[in-house]
C-alpha cells in the first residue's frame, strides 16, 4: 500500500496595521541620520551625534503626547530622564507627522518615508545647514 501525505498550508497575507498603531505601539530609537547638503549624495551622519543621544527613546502615546527620555547612557548624570514632550500629529493623509515642542512651541515636520511595525522613517528639510535629513528609528 502506498501512501501520500499531503499537508495543507494556509495561506496568510501580512497583516497592516494603521500608522497610529505602529506609531504608539512602543518606543523609537534611532539608527541612522542620513544628511544631503547641497544636493550632493547622502551620508551617513548618525555619528555625528554624541552616543549619549543616540540611545534616547521616542515615545509616542495614541492620546498624541510625545515624549523624549534618555536612553542607557546620559550626557550628563544629573539631567533629567525626560529630555522633551509635546504632542504629535499627522497632517496630510498621514504623509507627514508634525511634533510639536512643549518647552519650545517648534514643529518639527517629518515626511513619512517608512511606517510600519518595525521601523519608522522620516525625511525633514533643515534650513541652517541648508541639508535634506532622513532619521530612521527602529522599536
Known sequence: M????????KETTPST?????ALTQS???????????????AV???SMYPSCSVDNIFT?????????????TKCDPNDPDTISTGNWGF???????NITDDST??????????????????????SLSSSNIVYTWKN
Open 2 to 9: 502506498l501512501f501520500t501525505l499531503g499537508s495543507c498550508k
Open 91 to 97: 497632517v496630510s493623509n498621514e504623509t507627514f507627522l
Open 105 to 126: 512651541g517648534g514643529v518639527t515636520s517629518l515626511k513619512i518615508i517608512t511606517l510600519d511595525a518595525t521601523t519608522f522613517k522620516g525625511e525633514m528639510y533643515d
Open 27 to 41: 518606543g523609537w530609537k534611532i539608527t541612522s541620520v542620513m544628511m544631503s547638503t547641497n544636493g550632493a549624495p
Open 60 to 72: 509616542f502615546s495614541a492620546n498624541t503626547a510625545f515624549t523624549q527620555t534618555e536612553g542607557l
Open 17 to 21: 496595521i494603521s500608522k497610529t498603531v
Open 44 to 46: 551617513e551622519s548618525i
